[in-house]
């Protein structure tokens, strides 16, 4: 018989739809399957701060042996993460963060760092002068503020380089491209767009291309995703200038799961690296991870061919138990 899964796992996901949170997810199966007896439940809560938060309490009063939350936003989310606490629920945190540092673990990279490594970046790419615009992720979620926090910090050590105008994409590659251009007709040329994100990006570049304009401006995000419609992608065909590296830490976030439902020791900071992907090394990653992405693939294909002998094997057993009488 199948084993009974003995610890249950919530995640409080601020939104499942885009490439990079199904990415995450493909990442935590993968990685559960290695852990029979780990449960994992994901609710999807759409960009919706309030349903994150109804999810959390249902997640609470269902009583879960532990909750992964990514904040949609975080001062909401900050008094539900620590009402489950208080319960005795652990909570990791994953990619965007709470207002507080009440939490069990973080596993996420330091949005603050890739916005400063985005803009001493722009500020070389530029030769040091120039007109910005920056596409917003949503306001009230950690990796917006810090992305931007980093980004204008690194700014001031190129005095001639001004950040004009701001739209906010909310993270949504349509709502970027819907908003861009009322911004774009206000502020007039600009050399260079940098979005908090890929996607956002993507979604101003398909904007100017539509009226022919797409380059004249220079395009840099953040993600770094691979697969055909990843930044990867984007960087390859010159679509983008450079993304930065955003690693989902899909299988971190379960090994660190088991480790703390285990009672094993554990780090409260799980910080994953970033790197700034160009046309100088798009080539090399982009082998590595297809790479990496063949080899997951075949690591899927044979689990199923296991469970389908699994399933063989108990029907024979049930089978032998009928035959001999049970
Ligand atoms: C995916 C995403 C990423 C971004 C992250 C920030 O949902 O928008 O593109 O890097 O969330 O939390």
Avoid at 207 to 230: N, R
Wanted: charged share 25%; aromatic share 8%; net charge negative.
């Amino acid at each position: 018989m199948e084993q009974e899964a003995s610890y249950t796992i919530g995640f409080a996901q601020c939104t499942g739809g885009d490439a990079w949170r199904q990415a995450m997810h493909d990442e935590m199966r993968r990685e559960i399957s290695f852990y029979p007896e780990l449960d994992l439940i994901i609710k999807d809560a759409n960009n919706n701060t309030s349903l994150q938060a109804e999810h959390i309490r249902q997640f609470i009063r269902q009583g879960v042996d532990l909750l992964i939350v990514s904040p949609n936003e975080a001062e909401p989310i900050t008094p539900l993460v620590e009402e489950a606490l208080e319960k005795g629920i652990p909570v990791i945190i994953v990619d965007r963060r709470t207002a507080s540092s009440f939490y069990t673990a973080y596993v996420g990279a330091d949005n603050y760092e890739i916005g400063k490594l985005a803009g001493n970046y722009v500020g070389e790419l530029l030769g040091g002068q120039g007109k910005v615009l920056e596409i917003w992720g949503l306001k009230g979620s950690s990796p917006a503020q810090d992305r931007h926090r980093g980004f204008v910090e690194a700014l001031q050590g190129f005095k001639d380089i001004r950040v004009v105008a701001e739209v906010r994409g909310e993270w949504e590659k349509e709502i970027a491209k819907s908003r861009f251009p009322d911004v774009y007709q206000q502020v007039g040329e600009v050399d260079l767009v940098f979005a908090h994100n890929d996607v956002m990006a993507l979604g101003v570049y398909e904007y100017l291309k539509s009226i022919g304009q797409e380059k004249k401006f220079k395009f840099i995000g953040v993600d770094g995703l691979s697969g055909p419609s990843g930044g990867l992608q984007f960087v390859t065909e010159g679509i983008l200038d450079a993304t930065f590296l955003y690693p989902t830490g899909g299988e971190e976030i379960i090994r660190l799961a088991s480790k703390i439902l285990h009672k094993e020791p554990y780090d409260k900071e799980n910080i994953l690296n970033s790197t700034v992907i160009d046309s100088r090394n798009v080539h090399i990653m982009k082998q590595q991870t297809d790479k990496i992405l063949t080899q997951q693939k075949s690591i899927e294909r044979q689990q199923e061919k296991i469970a389908e002998q699994i399933e063989i094997y108990q029907s024979q057993r049930v089978l032998l138990y009928i035959l001999l009488g049970g």
